[in-house]
T-cell receptor
């Protein structure tokens, strides 16, 4: 399988804390993307980082990419209850996307 | 704009029955995808269509067929459903490179929850 792995599988934090989730992948990539999925819904794109970038910010999101280790991390700062969802990394190889297994984040008010 | 729409939302089949899942997008995207999502497995690509008139196998194509009917529509057919095909199916679309600032981003439909008994 080309799927990536995400770590941790589940994460529970208090509102206001930061949440960090990690993604490891297997293939060479054009870019890596993070998606969010609320329960029972489709995935929504959050942020993209290109293979020649090391860090990217968007609002409360910070993404890092280490192509030598084939890994990425997503940091959500100052979490809110509304951030409760599953988060998936996806590697874009040009034609296909390979999704990780996801991290289930619960933010406790 | 409705984005990506999928029908039906829910379906229960008996083993051996056939059905077609429908997907349409109104964003003038070139590429369309079908995924299945199983617990603990993330999303796995079944088939994709890089442009109208072309289709290619993804990671898990066995037991499925697809049709890119036109630029808007991409259907997924199960000819003889099996319990192993019980899953949530997502359709997604993506713009052509150079046509949009968000051309690398996939847009997802709400999903079809399929149970095969």
């Amino acid at each position: 399988s080309q799927q990536g792995e995400e770590d941790p599988q589940a994460l529970s934090i208090q509102e206001g804390e930061n949440a960090t989730m990690n993604c490891s992948y297997k293939t060479s990539i054009n870019n890596l993307q993070w998606y969010r999925q609320n329960s029972g819904r489709g995935l929504v794109h959050l942020i993209l980082i290109r293979s020649n970038e090391r860090e990217k910010h968007s609002g409360r999101l910070r993404v890092t990419l280490d192509t030598s280790k084939k890994s990425s991390s997503l940091l959500i700062t100052a979490s809110r209850a509304a951030d409760t969802a599953s988060y998936f990394c996806a590697t874009d190889t040009g034609n296909q996307f390979y999704f990780g297994t996801g991290t289930s984040l619960t933010v406790i008010p | 704009n409705a984005g990506v729409t999928q029908t039906p939302k829910f379906q229960v089949l008996k083993t051996g029955q056939s059905m077609t899942l429908q997907c349409a997008q109104d964003m003038n995207h070139n590429s369309m995808y079908w995924y299945r999502q199983d617990p603990g497995m993330g999303l796995r690509l079944i088939y994709y269509s890089a442009s109208e008139g072309t289709t290619d196998k993804g990671e898990v194509p066995n037991g499925y067929n697809v049709s890119r009917l036109n630029k808007r529509e991409f259907s997924l057919r199960l000819e003889s459903a099996a319990p192993s095909q019980t899953s949530v199916y997502f359709c997604a679309s993506k713009a052509q490179p150079g046509t949009s600032s968000s051309y690398n981003e996939q847009f997802f439909g709400p999903g079809t929850r399929l149970t095969v008994l």
